[in-house]
């Protein structure tokens, strides 16, 4: 599918008024970069491991001119957010969250993570579980529920094949690492200049953040916490996915989640937010205003 598909045109409704600049800061006094666009329902938009609140640039700039209010933020370490230097874990990370959603004042919030995001999702919920706050999870190629190899998870990956990719991979090179692995995050006919822009944002990430996001993903174990969700949810993962591949994750993952919906998009990878950008734009509008 074409990375570039032209989006018709919209019209703000007339209504709609700017907004004040809000100033992000955590518990902890974290500064958070955010955009905020558009009027109507709020959409909470989470990015992947390593990347920025860019990725979203294809969802939010077309849903905020079909009535949804569009908010995306930087993680903190990322892109523009400021770097600490710790805080990579997902306690901190679900408060970091609740502190967007307490600062934008925002109610019957639909939250959408991609990747290790979706850990944030849920751990926001076990950790605040503002039903008030929130109406609706969206897992979009969720590296849940759990990664690690364990009696209790055959179907994991060996700690040792973690530990090669990080002091051989990210610690050495990380640079040559994404270029390496760029491939199967998209689909043939993506745009070289869109590979490079999605490279550049994985570039940008605080090398501690990188790595210590890395590990809290490989090492948190989400099963228990998925079962005590009780908000509508839809889980939408690509059957090409080679960073979170379908069967050990989003299938996993969403037969964990009571009444979860599981959508499969064929021949999706893992960047299915660029190379399948309109079917993804469809379903999140209507699963949001639904």
């Known amino acids: ?6 989006v ?4 703000t409704p007339a209504s709609a008024r700017p907004r004040r600049p809000v100033r992000i800061e955590t518990p902890d006094g974290v500064r958070l970069f955010h955009r905020d666009w558009g009027e109507g329902r709020p959409v909470v938009f989470l990015h992947g491991w390593a990347l920025t609140a860019d990725m979203w640039n ?11 209010r569009c908010i995306a933020y930087d993680r903190r370490g990322h892109g523009r957010s400021e770097d600490p230097g710790f805080g990579y874990d997902y306690d901190t990370l679900a408060d970091d969250l609740e502190a967007v959603l307490a600062a934008l004042d925002l109610r019957d919030v639909v939250l959408v993570g991609h990747s290790m995001a979706g850990g944030e999702l849920v ?11 929130v ?12 990664l690690l190899k364990s009696p209790d998870n055959p179907d994991g990956i060996d700690r040792a094949v973690f530990d090669q990719v990080r002091e051989h991979g990210y610690r050495r090179d990380y640079a040559k690492w994404l270029k390496d692995n760029e491939e199967p995050f998209f689909v043939p006919e993506t745009s070289r200049a869109m590979r490079d822009w999605i490279g550049e944002q994985m570039r940008q990430v605080s090398p501690k953040a990188m790595l210590d996001c890395n590990l809290a993903m ?5 099963r228990p916490e998925l079962a005590q969700i009780d908000l509508p949810s839809l889980v939408i993962h690509g059957d090409r996915d080679v960073s979170a591949p379908l069967e050990r994750t989003g299938a996993r993952a969403a037969a964990l989640i009571p009444g979860a919906e599981l959508r499969v998009y064929e021949d999706a990878p893992h960047g299915l937010f ?7 734009n469809a379903d999140i509008l209507a699963f949001a205003v639904d």
Request: hydrophobic residues 40%; contains cysteine; proline residues 7%.
């Open 58 to 68: 294809y969802q939010v700039e077309p849903l905020h001119r079909l009535g949804l």
């Open 1 to 6: 599918m074409n990375a570039l598909v032209q």
């Open 123 to 133: 751990r926001y919920m076990t950790r605040h579980g503002d039903k008030d706050r």
């Open 274 to 280: 660029v190379t399948h950008m309109d079917r993804l």
């Open 218 to 222: 490989i090492e948190a174990d989400f």
């Open 8 to 11: 018709p045109t919209f019209t």
């Open 135 to 146: 109406a609706k999870l969206l897992f979009l190629s969720p590296a849940l529920p759990c």
